[in-house]
C-alpha cells in the first residue's frame, strides 16, 4: 500500500486520469505471460521522459519500487511487481518518431508494438528483422529490455543488435542519451548494450533508435524431415558450413511432430523424428540457387521429405507446422512451463537426449522445438497444475533441464531473460564474481534499489 | 618510481626475467602510433590470467597503477602509462586456443596477432572479418578493447560484433568469464560488450570467443570514380538502398587523390574528385549481377571511371590506390594528427565541407579518406611539428573538426577510442550525466582507480 500522500504526488506527476489504483485496474497489470501474480499499489501511464524521471525521483525520495512494463507479454515475470509499489507502463509513448531512408535508421518510443513498427518500415522498402513471437502485441521497449529474438536470429542477429541508441531515464531519475545514430562510435562506455537485455533494472527506456536493412528481395522457405535428431542437427552445421546462412532454421523434435499431427492431419510421414523448417532470403536468383544447394547438402543425412515452397502462399503453408505447434501442446497437458535454454548448435542433439531423461524420470511429457541454427530450444514442460505435486516436480526437472544445458556449455536463457522465474537459478550459470559485479554495476546505478528490484538477481 | 619492494613483489609473480625496469627497456613501451611518450616505472610480462590477477591485487594494496599493453599500435594512447606505474604487457598470452568448426567459434589469447588469426581460421574455411589497418601487428586483445574496426566493418560489423565471451581479470584481481560460447544468452547483464571498447580500464582480456563465419567464396573489387563528393556519398546511400551491401566502400577525397596521384602516377583522370573504392563478396554469380548492378545505380551520378577487377591479381592493383595513401600523405607535411570521426553516411559531403572551411581558416591541409559505408571518415591534419605555434594550432583545427562531426549528428571516434589523446574534448560530445554514468561504472569495478588511470575521462 502507498501513502494517499505519494498517490497525490503521482496524480500531480502524470495526471489524476493516468494512475489507477482501484482492484480492477490494477488485476490487469498483475500479470505476464508466465502466470504468476503480484498485485500493485498502483498503476501510472506516464506521458514521456520527464514525467518518467519525476516519477522516478519521487520514489527514490519516499523509497518505493517501480517497475516499468510494456505489454506484459514476457516469459520471466519481468515486468511484474513482486515488491509492492508501482508498476510504470510505457505503453502512451508510441510514436514513430522519424525513418531515415538515406541512413536506414529509424527513432521509435518504446510503446510502439514490434509487428506495428516492422510494417511501417516495411512500405518503406526497409527491413527490421528482429521476430520474437509476441511481435502482434509486444512492444519494443520490451523486446530491447530483453534482448527479444525469434526465428531469424540466426542470419540477422536479437533485437541488442539493431540498437544504435537509447535515450533513458536512469533509476535516479537522470535523463541520458546513449550511443548515436551512427554506425560506428567507440567514444565512451557502451551503456546502451549493457541496457539492451538489462530487464529495466537499470534505466526505463524512453527512446530507441534502431538500425534498418533494406527489405530483401525474395524468401524461399523449405520444410525439411528427418529420421533422426542427428540428421536434422548435423544438416543445420552443413547448410552453414556449405556458406549458406539461412534465415530461419526453426527446429521441431518428434514430440512436437506427434502433437501438430495429431490435432492437425497436415501429412507429416511416420518415420519422421525432426522437422527444419528453412528459410532464406535475399536475391531473387540467389535463393533458388541456395534451395538447391540446401537439398544436395542434406539428402545424405536422412531426408525423408524436402518441401520448397514456390511462391507466398506456399511458404505460408508451410510454416503452418511451425505455427500450429502452440495450439496443439494443450491437448497434451493444460498448463505449460515454457524454457529457452541454448547450446553450442552442434549439441542440440545431445541436450534432447538428456531432456528425453529427464522426461521419463520424471514421467512428464516434454515437447521441444526452437532456433536450431542459433541452438536455442524452446523446452516446454507440459503438466497439469491442478494435480497434487506436479508444480513442485515440474520445477525440479526445469532445474535439471537448466543444468543439462548448462553441462554442454549453454545457457538457461536466450530469449526470455531472468526475470523472477529463472533468478533462483542464475547461481547455476554465473559464479559469484560475476553477480558480484553485476550487482555493483546494479548499485552503481541504482544506488536505492528503487527500479525493478528482485529481479535478475536473488536479492 | 616503484618501491624496490614492490618490484621485489612482482618479479615474485612473473618471474624475474619477465620484468624490465632499465630505461632502455622502458622506453619500448613509452610510445604508441600518437607519437606521445610516457615512461613507465616497470614493465611487466605476465604469463596467465592468475599472474595477472596477482598483479592487480598487489596494485590494489600498494596503490600503483597498471596500463595494459599489447602490440601498442593504438591511434589514442590509450595503452601509455601517463601517471607512471608498470605497464602490463600481454604478448605472452599468444595462443590459439581452438577453433570449433561445427559452431564457427574460435577461443584464443589477447596477444594473438589479427592477422595470424585471420589467416589461422582462413585454412579452415572460416572468416574473421574485422580488419583494422594495423593487422599486421595489433593483437586481438587490443582491438578487443579499443572495439577496432576496419573496411569490412559497413557490411560485417566491427570487432566487438564478433566477441561472444570473455575470460577478463578485473581491476580488482578477480577473474571472471562473461558472455558464453553460444550464439544467444539474456542471463545476466552484458558485460561482454560493456568490457569491449572499455580501452583497458575496466579489466584486462585473457581470453576471448569469437563467432566466425563461412570464408565467402569469392569477391569483387571496382574503383569508382566521380566528379565530386556528392556523388560518392549519394553512390553510397543508392548502393545500399538498392539492397546491396558492399564489404567495403571507401572513399579518397580530392587531396587524397591528389596526394596518390602525384607521388605514384596511377593515372587518376583529372576531373575525379572522389574516389569510392567498392568490394563486394559471396556467391560468385551474385557478386558479378551486384558488380553490373553497382554500375547502373552509380553511374548517373557523375561517375567518371569505373573499373572492375576480373580476378585477384587485379583487385589488388586497384586497392593499391588505398594503400598508397598512407605513404604519400608525408609529402604534404611531415607530421599528421590521424583522427576518425564518424557522421551518418548521408551526411558525409556536409562535413568534408565543413573539414574544408577549417582548413582554410587555419591554413593547415586536411587530407581526408575513410569508410564511406557507415560514414567513418580518417581526417589527417598535416602539420609540421618543428614550426613554432603549429601544434597549438592543430590541436585547435582538431577541435573543431570534432565539433563539425557533433554538428551532423555524429561521433569524434569511430575505431580509434578516447585514451589520452580525446579525453580533454569528451565533454564536447557527452554529457554531464553520460560522464557521471559512466564514472560510475568504472567506479564500481575500479573502486582504487588501479587500472589505466586517466584515460576516457578527464580525471
Redesign the interface.
Known amino acids: 500500500m502507498l501513502d494517499a500522500r505519494i498517490i497525490e504526488a503521482l496524480k500531480n506527476i502524470v495526471g489524476a486520469e493516468n494512475i489507477a489504483t482501484e482492484r480492477q485496474d490494477l488485476l490487469c497489470y498483475s500479470y505476464d505471460a508466465t502466470q504468476m501474480e503480484y498485485l500493485p499499489a498502483a498503476v501510472v501511464h506516464p506521458a514521456n521522459a520527464q514525467e518518467i524521471s519525476s516519477v522516478l525521483k519521487l520514489a527514490n525520495q519516499e523509497g518505493f519500487p517501480v517497475f516499468p512494463r510494456g505489454a506484459g507479454s514476457g516469459f520471466s515475470g519481468g515486468a511484474l511487481p513482486k515488491a509492492g509499489g508501482i508498476v510504470l507502463v510505457t505503453t502512451r509513448l508510441n510514436r514513430i518518431l522519424r525513418v ?6 529509424a527513432e521509435v518510443e518504446p510503446g510502439v508494438v514490434t509487428e506495428q513498427f516492422q510494417q511501417a518500415v516495411e512500405k518503406l ?1 526497409l527491413f527490421y528483422p528482429p521476430d520474437p513471437a509476441s511481435l502482434k502485441f509486444s512492444t519494443l521497449g520490451g523486446n530491447v529490455a ?2 527479444a ?1 525469434g526465428p531469424r ?2 542470419k540477422y542477429g ?1 533485437t ?2 539493431f540498437v544504435m541508441g537509447l535515450e533513458v531515464v ?1 533509476p535516479t531519475g ?5 550511443g ?12 546502451t ?2 541496457l ?3 530487464e529495466g533494472t ?1 534505466g526505463i527506456i524512453t527512446k530507441i533508435i534502431f538500425k534498418l ?5 525474395a524468401k524461399k522457405t523449405m520444410l525439411t524431415i528427418f529420421d533422426s535428431i542427428d540428421g536434422a542437427a548435423k544438416a543445420v ?1 552443413a547448410i ?4 549458406i ?1 539461412p534465415t530461419t532454421l526453426e527446429f521441431m523434435d518428434h514430440a512436437t511432430l506427434q502433437c501438430v499431427e495429431r490435432r492437425f492431419n497436415l501429412g507429416i510421414p511416420p518415420e519422421g523424428r525432426a522437422v527444419l523448417l528453412i528459410e532464406v532470403d535475399g ?1 531473387r ?2 535463393i533458388e ?1 541456395q534451395a538447391q544447394q540446401i537439398h544436395d547438402i542434406i539428402k545424405p543425412l536422412g531426408l525423408v521429405q524436402f518441401r520448397a515452397a514456390k511462391d507466398n502462399a506456399e511458404s505460408e503453408q508451410l510454416w503452418k507446422v511451425r505455427r500450429l505447434v502452440s495450439p496443439s501442446l494443450r491437448d497434451v497437458n493444460p498448463d505449460k512451463y515454457n524454457e529457452d535454454i ?5 549439441k542440440v542433439p545431445d541436450v534432447i537426449r538428456l531432456i528425453e531423461q529427464i522426461q521419463l524420470r520424471y514421467d512428464i511429457p516434454i515437447v521441444n522445438f526452437g ?1 536450431a ?4 530450444i524452446h523446452v516446454n514442460i507440459m503438466v497439469n497444475k491442478s494435480l497434487p505435486g506436479m508444480e513442485k516436480k515440474a520445477h525440479e526437472a526445469i532445474r535439471e533441464v537448466f543444468e543439462a544445458a548448462l553441462s554442454l ?10 526475470g523472477l522465474s ?1 533468478a533462483p537459478f ?1 547461481e547455476l ?3 559469484p ?6 550487482k ?6 541504482d544506488p536505492n534499489n528503487i527500479l525493478n528490484p528482485g529481479k ?1 538477481f536473488p536479492w
Chains 1, 2 share one sequence.
Open positions: 531515415d531512408t538515406e541512413n536506414l535508421i522498402g530483453e534482448n529474438g536470429a540466426v536479437c541488442k543488435d536512469l537522470a535523463i541520458i542519451r546513449t548515436g545514430e551512427t554506425y560506428k562510435g567507440v567514444v565512451g562506455y557502451d551503456l548494450k549493457l539492451c537485455g538489462s537499470l536493412l533494406p527489405f530483401p528481395d552445421s552453414i558450413g556449405g556458406k546462412i536475391d536468383d540467389l540457387k541454448v547450446v553450442p548448435r552442434s532456433h541454427g542459433d541452438g536455442n556449455g549453454g545457457t538457461m536463457s536466450g530469449e526470455h531473460g531472468v529463472k542464475i550459470e554465473l559464479s564474481e560475476q553477480i558480484a559485479t553485476m555493483a554495476v546494479k548499485q552503481a546505478l535478475m
